[in-house]
C-alpha cells in the first residue's frame, strides 16, 4: 500500500522560506510516476503547486514558478518542497501526491499539513 | 481564480441521486481526461473518478463520471449520509501557461 506522509514546520515568518518534506513507502520513486504537492488555503479550494519525476524533471505552476522548488532524494524516497517568500496568502494546508504522468490523476494523497505564515 | 467552474452546492435527500458539473475550455477538459476527487470534512482528497469515467478499486458504482465537450459530470445515486463532502474535478490546462487545474468545488450536502 503506496503512503505519503508530509512533514515540516507548522509555522513559518512572512518573507521566509517553507521547506516541506514528504516522505513515500510501500513503492520506490525510483520505480517511476510523478510527484506532487497541492495546497489549499483554509475554507477553499485545492491548488497544483507543481510536480517532479524520479529523474528530477519538474513542472511548476505558473503562478508560484518564480518561487517554488521542488526536488527528490531517491534514496531517502521522499521529494521537497521549498516555497520562497512567503505572505499570509501562503498559509495553507499542503498535501502531497502521487501521479502516473505530471498530466493525469492525484491517486494517492498524504493526510495533509497545515502551514502558518504569521509573525 | 480556477478555470474549472463548478455549483457551489447540490442537496438531495438520502436515496435520491445528485450530479455536479464541471465546465471548462478547449484548452482542458475539451482534450484532457477529467478527474474527480471527494473530500470529507478534515481529511484528503481521494481519487473517485479517473480518465472520465472510471472508477478506482474500492469506490462503489454509484459514483459515475461522464464528458462531453468541455464540460464533465460526476454522478452520484443513492445517495448517503457518507457522501456529504466537498466535491472537486480536475485535469491538465494544455494552454500556454499549461498546469493541473482543479475546480472551484462542490459541497454536497444530505438533507
Known amino acids: 500500500q503506496v503512503q505519503l506522509q508530509e512533514s515540516g514546520p507548522g509555522l513559518v515568518k512572512p518573507s521566509e522560506t517553507l521547506s516541506l518534506t514528504c516522505a513515500v513507502s510501500g513503492y520506490s520513486i525510483s520505480s517511476g510516476y510523478y510527484w506532487g504537492w497541492i495546497r489549499q488555503p483554509p475554507g477553499k479550494g485545492l491548488e497544483w503547486i507543481g510536480s517532479i519525476y524520479h529523474s528530477g524533471s519538474t513542472y511548476y505552476n505558473p503562478s508560484l514558478k518564480s518561487r517554488v522548488t521542488i526536488s527528490v532524494d531517491t534514496s531517502k524516497n521522499q521529494f521537497s518542497l521549498k516555497l520562497s517568500s512567503v505572505t499570509a496568502a501562503d498559509t495553507a494546508v499542503y498535501y502531497c501526491a502521487r501521479s502516473v504522468v505530471v498530466t493525469a490523476f492525484f491517486d494517492y494523497w498524504g493526510q495533509g499539513t497545515l502551514v502558518t505564515v504569521s509573525s | 481564480q480556477s478555470v474549472l467552474t463548478q455549483p457551489p452546492s447540490v442537496s438531495a435527500a438520502p436515496g435520491q441521486k445528485v450530479t455536479i458539473s464541471c465546465s471548462g475550455s478547449?484548452?482542458?477538459?475539451?482534450?484532457?481526461?477529467v478527474s474527480w476527487y471527494q473530500q470529507l470534512p478534515g481529511t484528503a482528497p481521494k481519487l473517485l473518478i479517473y480518465?472520465?469515467?472510471k472508477r478506482p478499486s474500492g469506490i462503489p458504482d454509484r459514483f459515475s463520471g461522464s464528458k462531453s465537450g468541455t464540460s464533465a459530470t460526476l454522478g452520484i445515486t443513492g445517495l448517503q449520509t457518507g457522501d456529504e463532502a466537498d466535491y472537486y474535478c480536475?485535469?491538465?490546462?494544455?494552454?500556454?501557461?499549461?498546469?493541473?487545474?482543479f475546480g472551484t468545488g462542490t459541497k454536497v450536502t444530505v438533507l
Open positions: 480518465e472520465n469515467n
Open positions: 480536475g485535469t491538465w490546462d494544455s494552454s500556454l501557461s499549461a498546469h493541473y487545474v
Open positions: 478547449s484548452s482542458n477538459i475539451g482534450n484532457n481526461y
